[in-house]
């Protein structure tokens, strides 16, 4: 095992071996001020196959948060622009219910409740062993994980049937190839958010790397035609530099 210090002194946080892997990735945003103690949990979620961002203040953190899909959040307490504790309210206040697992060196009841009370699902004081951040976190993402039961989505006028695998956009039936099908899916089972490259590959193709091909923007392009093309709003979206989000436009 390999050692890194905390921020806030005392023993030393433990890395958890390469060996000790997750059964399924998980998606994590690491909101914390600490280049030293960030670059090191990000390392270590890696080793233990999982993927990380990375924000290194609170208001770039929050923007992640409602902006981008996660399992987890890993907020540290005390963060520049925005404190930690702001930033899990706002996102509670705005409907964002990703669980929420809380770094401190403030232990005390009190601290803990009040961490508890602005929405955040656990509470770990610093130092700590990364094996045991690393089981909360495992443990939240478990307690959280959504369910299959949704059975149609909808967006606008365009609605997807899972078990039929019918599409039609304003009662007009759309016929996709398996892989286009799939790719709807998933937009429409995170509509309004946006949707990384990444993310994409992950979970439509199933690489866990970049090809390095066009292969996203050729099925975009064959999607965005067969939904938008014969209609008067769009409802695919590129978003520059980022990924594609699924969504009704507002006049």
């Not at 403030?106 to 700590?128: H, N, Q």
């Not at 999607?223 to 006049?251: C, M, Q, S």
């Given at each position: 095992?390999?050692?890194?210090?905390?921020?806030?002194?005392?023993?030393?946080?433990?890395?958890?071996?390469?060996?000790?892997?997750?059964?399924?990735?998980?998606?994590?945003?690491?909101?914390?001020?600490?280049?030293?103690?960030?670059?090191?949990?990000?390392?270590?979620?890696?080793?233990?196959?999982?993927?990380?961002?990375?924000?290194?203040?609170?208001e770039t953190g929050l923007s992640l948060a409602e902006t981008q899909i996660h399992d987890v959040l890993i907020v540290d307490r005390m963060?520049?622009?925005?404190?930690?504790?702001?930033?899990?309210?706002?996102?509670?206040?705005?409907?964002?219910?990703?669980?929420?697992?809380?770094?401190?060196?403030?232990?005390?009841?009190?601290?803990?409740?009040?961490?508890?009370?602005?929405?955040?699902?656990?509470?770990?004081?610093?130092?700590?062993?990364?094996?045991?951040?690393?089981?909360?976190?495992?443990?939240?993402?478990?307690?959280?994980?959504?369910?299959?039961?949704?059975?149609?989505?909808?967006?606008?006028?365009?609605?997807?049937?899972?078990?039929?695998?019918?599409?039609?956009?304003?009662?007009?039936?759309?016929?996709?190839?398996?892989?286009?099908?799939?790719?709807?899916?998933?937009?429409?089972?995170?509509?309004?958010?946006?949707?990384?490259?990444?993310?994409?590959?992950?979970?439509?193709?199933?690489?866990?790397?970049?090809?390095?091909t066009n292969v996203i923007d050729v099925h975009i392009s064959r999607l965005r035609g067969k939904i938008d093309k014969e209609f008067d709003?769009?409802?695919?979206?590129?978003?520059?530099?980022?990924?594609?989000?699924?969504?009704?436009?507002?006049?």
């Amino acid at each position: 095992m390999t050692l890194q210090s905390d921020k806030h002194g005392g023993e030393s946080v433990q890395e958890l071996p390469i060996s000790a892997l997750h059964s399924k990735p998980m998606r994590v945003l690491l909101i914390e001020d600490d280049a030293e103690a960030a670059a090191f949990l990000v390392k270590a979620l890696k080793e233990s196959g999982h993927i990380s961002d990375h924000a290194a203040d609170g208001e770039t953190g929050l923007s992640l948060a409602e902006t981008q899909i996660h399992d987890v959040l890993i907020v540290d307490r005390m963060l520049p622009k925005l404190d930690g504790l702001s930033v899990i309210s706002k996102l509670r206040a705005d409907g964002v219910q990703t669980p929420v697992l809380i770094l401190s060196a403030l232990g005390a009841v009190d601290d803990r409740v009040k961490g508890l009370r602005a929405g955040g699902d656990d509470y770990l004081t610093k130092p700590y062993a990364f094996s045991e951040l690393l089981a909360r976190v495992e443990a939240l993402a478990r307690r959280t994980a959504p369910e299959e039961a949704t059975t149609n989505y909808v967006v606008g006028d365009l609605e997807l049937d899972r078990l039929t695998h019918k599409v039609a956009r304003s009662g007009q039936p759309i016929l996709l190839q398996p892989r286009e099908f799939r790719l709807l899916e998933y937009l429409m089972k995170h509509a309004g958010q946006v949707v990384t490259r990444t993310m994409l590959l992950e979970n439509v193709w199933g690489y866990h790397f970049d090809p390095q091909t066009n292969v996203i923007d050729v099925h975009i392009s064959r999607l965005r035609g067969k939904i938008d093309k014969e209609f008067d709003a769009p409802l695919l979206h590129t978003i520059r530099g980022v990924g594609y989000t699924i969504r009704v436009e507002r006049a």
